[in-house]
T-cell receptor, first 114, second 113 residues
Framework: QKEVEQNSGPLSVPEGAIASLNCTYSDRVSQSFFWYRQYSGKSPELIMSIYSNGDKEDGRFTAQLNKASQYVSLLIRDSQPSDSATYLCAVNIVSRQGAQKLVFGQGTRLTINP | DADVTQTPRNRITKTGKRIMLECSQTKGHDRMYWYRQDPGLGLRLIYYSFDVKDINKGEISDGYSVSRQAQAKFSLSLESAIPNQTALYFC????????????FGDGTRLSIL
């Protein structure tokens, strides 16, 4: 099992709809979770951080965390063509030696259709 | 000005050449990382450094070396470049306290002919 798993997509959503991106992780003791947006050929940009169970909202973005199910999601409301990008989920994983490392999923490619 | 600066932004070179990619940061972070990204393979960690005297291999360190010249500078070298090292390379930084995100530079697009 991969440490962080995402559906690679592509995920196609009509403009104005809600885009839902999902991520599962393997380490039950993970404490911090991040969503990055990456446009083609550009660097990953941090858009959301979440540390506690429940929802965290920032503008059109909502991150949802369920530690019991080891599941984190990102909702994008009122999707815009400019939201078309690859979205990377990143999770802090604690290694057997006790060191923390940030592990990235492969990313989900999202396309918003006008 | 960017908080994490990578140079060069683009580089084309020939097989067998030695190449150095440089990264500098003004964020005051202790931790620095080098990743490569290939289409369909996501981000793969090459090396990371938690402070000037602490350097660690990542999942794909073969063929690469690094130097942490100062807290703010972390360079990646390809001793003898080969075509399958053609990729997009990113430097990232994070704060020393746990559970913090990483912040990325703009990347270096490297092509080995």
């Amino acid at each position: 099992q991969k440490e962080v798993e995402q559906n690679s997509g592509p995920l196609s959503v009509p403009e104005g709809a809600i885009a839902s991106l999902n991520c599962t992780y393997s380490d039950r003791v993970s404490q911090s979770f991040f969503w990055y947006r990456q446009y083609s050929g550009k660097s990953p940009e941090l858009i959301m951080s979440i540390y506690s169970n429940g929802d965290k909202e920032d503008g059109r973005f909502t991150a949802q965390l369920n530690k019991a199910s080891q599941y984190v999601s990102l909702l994008i409301r009122d999707s815009q063509p400019s939201d078309s990008a690859t979205y990377l989920c990143a999770v802090n994983i604690v290694s057997r030696q006790g060191a923390q490392k940030l592990v990235f999923g492969q990313g989900t490619r999202l396309t918003i259709n006008p | 000005d960017a908080d994490v600066t990578q140079t060069p932004r683009n580089r084309i070179t020939k097989t067998g050449k030695r190449i150095m990619l440089e990264c500098s940061q003004t964020k005051g972070h202790d931790r620095m990382y080098w990743y490569r990204q290939d289409p369909g393979l996501g981000l793969r960690l090459i090396y990371y450094s938690f402070d000037v005297k602490d350097i660690n291999k990542g999942e794909i360190s073969d063929g690469y070396s690094v130097s942490r010249q100062a807290q703010a500078k972390f360079s990646l070298s390809l001793e003898s470049a080969i075509p399958n090292q053609t990729a997009l390379y990113f430097c990232a930084t994070s704060d020393r306290t746990g559970n913090q995100p990483q912040h990325f530079g703009d990347g270096t697009r490297l092509s080995i002919l």
